[in-house]
């Protein structure tokens, strides 16, 4: 019996042009602001994410897109994790594992010494720590422009 290999999920830079890319992002910004009081809404909208210091990477899976990442340089040695989401129709399959081993490399690849970033405290942010912890990130306080907030976890990786 021959079985067709899975596809392999494809994680690319992304022009942030698309309306596919716009609608995944205006649903990560919609369900932060859903749970988090507006001061304490730290992820980017599309004019942000389109910074200079931040490299920002879709993945698709048979062309659909499966979710996003983003990489922000906050200086040499240091890089920080931003919009990471997975579309709901791809949900507990591995994409922000993929993701995640993705931003890894990169900032590994860039020399970063350090990877950081910033979540909810809410339950409904448990998975996104949960997986966070799996891939080496621990606790810390805040870093860059971050305030200390009841709102929000830090969390860094030395690389």
Not at 30 to 52: C, G, I, M, Q, W
Not at 55 to 70: E, H, I, K, N, P
Not at 143 to 159: I, K, N, Q
Request: with cysteine; hydrophobic share 45%; glycine share 6%.
């Amino acid at each position: 019996m021959n079985r067709r290999p899975e596809p392999a999920l494809q994680i690319h830079v992304d022009p942030l042009t698309g309306p596919e890319i716009a609608d995944l992002l205006r649903a990560h910004l919609d369900d932060v602001a859903r749970h988090s009081p507006p001061e304490s809404v730290h992820a980017l909208d599309l004019a942000k994410l389109r910074h200079p210091a931040i490299t920002f990477w879709s993945a698709r899976l048979d062309g659909a897109l499966a979710g996003c990442v983003a990489l922000r340089e906050l200086d040499l040695r240091h890089g920080e994790v931003k919009s990471m989401r997975t579309a709901a129709a791809h949900l507990r399959q591995g994409v922000a594992a993929a993701l995640m081993r993705h931003v890894l490399e990169q900032a590994t690849h860039r020399g970063y010494r350090r990877l950081s970033l910033e979540t909810g405290s809410m339950a409904v942010f448990a998975p996104a720590r949960t997986l966070y912890t799996r891939f080496g990130f621990e606790p810390c306080g805040p870093f860059a422009d971050y305030v200390e907030d009841p709102y929000s976890v830090f969390m860094t990786r030395a690389l």
